[in-house]
T-cell receptor
């Protein structure tokens, strides 16, 4: 069965510092991997996705993620965090041709210190 | 705004009552999904439709839950005889099925249900 683990429930970084949010997945074949962000009162917004090809993918708002098959990981990174990045971040996995159903991790809440 | 909309945004009900939520997807989208999100957790898949056909239901969707999409446009999710454990955010998403094997889901703001 597919599953996603986000080991860090809450992370605090200083504004301007770099950020890495961890995500590990379990899936028998090559997964489709996603990162979503959720701000209070807002719907989930897709930051980036990985299907195949280049294992380093770029997303919106300056985020990137790297797919590492050997580690079953898809960590999200940003070189310099802005106060507006404070939100909840979710990693998700989908299966090819299974209707787009997504399996989400439990999320990592990001706080940004001034 | 042409995004996914959900109504109501908040619902407070007493245990045992029935509630119904509505989701209006992006107009040209043929797939519609329902997820449930409890506090401190990620969204959990409940069910999805392609046009008016309900193609998959999660084991989380007990007999008290029913979802419809009668004309392939908006969808409703009804919970009968609500229980306190039903308190959660109910999220709707829509997508346009393509040929890539996966399609991007656009999420609505959710309906927050509180069962007293």
């Amino acid at each position: 069965a597919q599953s996603v683990t986000q080991p860090d429930i809450h992370i605090t970084v200083s504004e301007g510092a770099s950020l890495e949010l961890r995500c590990n997945y379990s899936y028998g074949a090559t997964p489709y991997l996603f990162w979503y962000v959720q701000s209070p009162g807002q719907g989930l917004q897709l930051l980036l996705k990985y299907f195949s090809g280049d294992t380093l993918v770029q997303g919106i708002k300056g985020f990137e993620a790297e797919f590492k098959r050997s580690q079953s990981s898809f960590n999200l990174r940003k070189p310099s965090v802005h106060w507006s990045d404070a939100a909840e971040y979710f990693c998700a996995v989908g299966a090819y041709n299974q209707g787009g159903k997504l399996i989400f991790g439990q999320g990592t809440e990001l706080s940004v210190k001034p | 705004d042409t995004g996914v909309s959900q109504d109501p945004r908040h619902k407070i009900t007493k245990r045992g009552q029935n509630v119904t939520f509505r989701c209006d997807p992006i107009s040209e989208h043929n797939r519609l999904y329902w997820y449930r999100q409890t506090l401190g957790q990620g969204p959990e898949f409940l069910t999805y439709f392609q046009n008016e056909a309900q193609l998959e239901k999660s084991r989380l969707l007990s007999d008290r839950f029913s979802a419809e999409r009668p004309k392939g446009s908006f969808s409703t999710l009804e919970i009968q005889r609500t229980e306190q454990g039903d308190s959660a955010m109910y999220l709707c998403a829509s997508s346009l099925a393509g040929t890539s094997g996966w399609d991007e889901q656009f999420f609505g703001p959710g309906t927050r249900l509180t069962v007293l």
